[in-house]
């Protein structure tokens, strides 16, 4: 089978495609053709090796495991011994987490993983945008954000993968969204369900008085604000909560863990897949029934996996890059 593979950190152009044996599936494992994967913002960390803390996970002084991929949608082609749930022919996505894999036309994973099937409805780019986005934003708004009908809430970096799920999640749940994104993308997000819409390159979101503050939540997506910033704006009992870690921010986790107002970092992929099958449901069944758009910037060949890396590397993609291994698998 074929698959993106690297052998040291880089430049985009260090992954590219090679031949591998098919992997078997053991005892409760699946093994998925995989008809779409994304490449995200942890894929393009753990190629480059940087920010430096990205090489704790992926090896210190060269990758560990040379096939990148979190995210897969697919069909179940083989199952190994033991198998309940799946059967091949199944249309299934999931997350493979921080073992990746998925950059391949074939990944196995535990049936007891975060799997799940992957309603008609939902096409595998979807799916995938899915696990790269919403499985992010919706544990930030619902679980740490505490987002529910009349939260003001602002989402900064409201056009990227996690972004734009974050804005159409929170207006699901009832709340007033402020979105924030750059000139390109303005139109884009207003069409997610946005409030308003504000350009960070004409207006300053975060100075006291800004168009819907006070917020109960700032969403940074990006992670391009600062607590210290988000400060002028939240409500005095607000939550600012960032996606991207640093030493501030962890200082600032436990600095306000017992004031009225809260920095949090979370590790979204870090949870347990008995955590994650029902939230992939969850989601799989809201862009079912349309009332969730899961964003696709572009779809490309496993061939151009180096062109979805620049992709993701420019900073400014709207929603989520995906590859297609397997594209024309149907069946087992
Ligand atoms: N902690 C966790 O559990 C977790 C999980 C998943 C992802 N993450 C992290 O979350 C971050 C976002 O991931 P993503 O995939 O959503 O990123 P992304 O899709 O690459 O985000 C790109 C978007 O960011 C916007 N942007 C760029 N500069 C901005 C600025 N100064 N202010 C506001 N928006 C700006 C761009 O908007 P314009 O083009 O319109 O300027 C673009 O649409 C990454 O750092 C990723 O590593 C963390």
């Known amino acids: 089978m074929r698959i993106a593979a690297y052998h040291r950190y880089g430049a985009p152009e260090v992954v590219g495609v090679e031949e591998r044996e098919r992997p078997e599936p053991g005892p409760g494992?699946?093994?998925?053709?995989?008809q779409a994967a994304s490449v995200g913002a942890a894929d393009a960390a753990g190629r480059s090796g940087s920010p430096w803390f990205?090489?704790?996970?992926?090896?210190?002084?060269r990758p560990r495991n040379p096939v990148l991929g979190s995210d897969f949608a697919g069909v179940v082609d083989a199952v190994g011994p033991g198998v309940t749930?799946?059967?091949a022919g199944d249309r299934v996505f999931g997350a493979t987490g921080a073992e990746g894999g998925a950059?391949?036309?074939?990944?196995v994973v535990g049936e007891d993983g975060a799997i799940v099937p992957l309603p008609d409805d939902v096409s595998v780019e979807a799916a995938v945008a899915i696990c790269d986005g919403a499985m992010t934003a919706l544990p930030f708004l619902r679980d740490a954000g505490r987002v529910g009908r009349g939260s003001r809430v602002l989402v900064n970096g409201a056009s990227g993968a996690v972004g734009s799920a974050a804005v159409q999640l929170a207006a699901h749940l009832?709340?007033?969204?402020?979105a924030v994104c750059g000139p390109a993308h303005v139109d884009l997000v207003a069409g997610l369900g946005a409030a308003r819409v504000v350009d960070y390159t004409r207006e300053d979101p975060m100075r006291a008085g800004a168009p819907g503050a006070p917020f109960d939540v700032v969403f940074d997506a990006v992670g391009?604000?600062?607590y210290r910033r988000a400060r002028a704006v939240l409500a005095p009992d607000g939550r600012y909560l960032t996606t991207v870690p640093s030493?501030?921010?962890?200082?600032?986790?436990l600095t306000t863990r017992l004031g009225r107002r809260r920095a949090i970092v979370r590790f979204t992929g870090l949870r347990s897949a008995e955590a994650k099958r029902p939230d992939l449901e969850h989601l799989a069944a809201l862009a079912a029934a349309g009332e969730f758009a899961p964003l696709v910037e572009r779809v490309l060949p496993l061939d151009?996996?180096?062109?979805?890396?620049?992709?993701?590397?420019?900073?400014?993609?709207?929603g989520t890059v995906v590859v297609t291994p397997a594209p024309e698998y149907q069946e087992a």
Not at 29 to 34: A, I, Y
Not at 54 to 61: D, E, H, I
Not at 304 to 316: E, Y
């Open 54 to 61: 990205a090489r704790l996970a992926f090896g210190l002084r």
């Open 174 to 178: 009832g709340a007033e969204v402020t």
């Open 247 to 253: 030493w501030t921010i962890l200082a600032q986790q």
């Open 85 to 87: 749930h799946f059967a």
């Open 103 to 107: 950059h391949a036309e074939a990944v």
């Open 224 to 226: 391009k604000a600062t």
């Open 29 to 34: 494992e699946v093994r998925v053709r995989v």
């Open 304 to 318: 151009d996996v180096a062109g979805a890396h620049r992709l993701v590397d420019t900073g400014h993609k709207a």
